[in-house]
């Protein structure tokens, strides 16, 4: 199970990332409370900088509002943590997410939007 974890993480990470500009707050809809911002986004997943600690594969559903030429977009997503690891402020983590169940609509607005201003991958 941990290596398909790890290759569906490094497949993951094939998909186009689209580094955030600005910041872009994460909410858990379970809770309603802003757990994180993005650093990194693509169809398949995020780059989160917790201020909540996440559970290491753990399951989780989020709203954020993506950036776009006519206003925010609000998208919600269904995401298994991949891995945590410790920034270096206090009360903050780095969390890798990959985006589960999402709507064609969904990942093809998220492909379009990381297309538009990628990344070159680290």
Not at 48 to 54: E, H, M, V
Not at 78 to 96: E, I, R, T
């Amino acid at each position: 199970p941990r290596t398909e974890q790890l290759k569906m993480g490094r497949e993951s990470r094939r998909a186009t990332r689209r580094a955030m500009s600005g910041t872009v707050l994460v909410t858990d809809t379970m809770t309603e409370e802003v757990i994180g911002r993005i650093g990194n986004l693509s169809a398949s997943g995020v780059l989160l900088i917790a201020s909540t600690p996440l559970t290491d594969d753990a399951l989780y559903q989020f709203r954020f509002a993506l950036p776009a030429s006519r206003g925010a977009q609000a998208v919600e997503v269904g995401a298994h943590v991949l891995w945590v690891d410790g920034a270096s402020a206090p009360g903050q983590s780095w969390v890798g997410l990959r985006f589960i169940g999402l709507s064609t609509e969904t990942t093809q607005r998220l492909r379009r939007w990381a297309e538009a201003g990628a990344s070159s991958p680290k």
